[in-house]
Antibody
Framework: VQLVQSGGGVVPPGGSLRLSCVAS????????MHWIRQSPQKGLEWIAI????????NYADSVKGRFTVSRDNSRNSLYLELNSLRHDDTGMYFC???????????WGQGTLVTVSS | HSVLTQPPSVSAAPGQRVTISCSGT????VSWYQQIPGKVPKLLIY???ERPSGIPDRFSGSKSGTSATLDITGLQTGDEADYYC????????????FGGGTKVAVL
């Protein structure tokens, strides 16, 4: 199982960014996926979920209305669109595979998002 | 939303045992993660007490009432890391809550 992330970078406040996570080694289309972030020197914060078929999503209150999670099962890919970025969105963003609404058993390597003018 | 509370830090000598608590779990299943500094988090325990393959039995989880516990026995220097608990809330639409994390120091 492998999750390979891309798309991080430096963006000014109010800007946008798109993160990608390409999966391999498992039946991507069968699994719910998540995005989780970690601010510098701080703990883990769950931010978004998308069900196996992409039909249902949910978000943490801190990002609701600004971030959008999606997936393309034909490309084994998960996405996170980040809009209206703020300084406190700075951090490492991880994609993670859900083993059945009870644990994240595989994680991407992380991609750094820095919101700075 | 509920808050998961963990102690900021625990410590013990090599070979000893540490226990990390996670309160506020309600009736939800709990998972535990180890994050060595600079590394990606790793799943240690899911469904309160199940270990994924490859996780040594030195790591064990339990739950009683609205609190969960991660026990690490035979502590090793390689166990120095941050440990996080998490719960899934699926009442309306699933969301996940993480505890604040506990730093384990091996003295």
């Amino acid at each position: 199982v492998q999750l390979v992330q891309s798309g991080g970078g430096v963006v000014p406040p109010g800007g946008s960014l798109r993160l990608s996570c390409v999966a391999s080694g498992f039946a991507f289309e069968d699994y719910t996926m998540h995005w989780i972030r970690q601010s510098p020197q701080k703990g883990l914060e769950w931010i978004a979920i998308v069900t196996y078929d992409g039909d249902d999503t949910n978000y943490a209150d801190s990002v609701k209305g600004r971030f959008t999670v999606s997936r393309d099962n034909s490309r084994n890919s998960l996405y996170l669109e980040l809009n209206s970025l703020r300084h406190d969105d700075t951090g490492m963003y991880f994609c993670a595979k859900d083993i059945g609404l009870s644990g994240f058993d595989s994680w991407g390597q992380g991609t750094l998002v820095t919101v700075s003018s | 939303h509920s808050v998961l509370t963990q102690p900021p830090s625990v410590s013990a000598a090599p070979g000893q045992r540490v226990t990390i608590s996670c309160s506020g779990t309600g009736d939800k299943y709990v998972s535990w993660y180890q994050q060595i500094p600079g590394k990606v988090p790793k799943l240690l325990i899911y469904d309160n007490n199940e270990r994924p393959s490859g996780i040594p039995d030195r790591f064990s989880g339990s739950k009683s009432g609205t609190s969960a516990t991660l026990d690490i026995t035979g502590l090793q220097t390689g166990d120095e890391a941050d440990y996080y608990c998490a719960t899934w809330d699926s009442n309306l639409m699933t969301r996940v809550m993480f505890g604040g994390g506990t730093k384990v120091a091996v003295l």
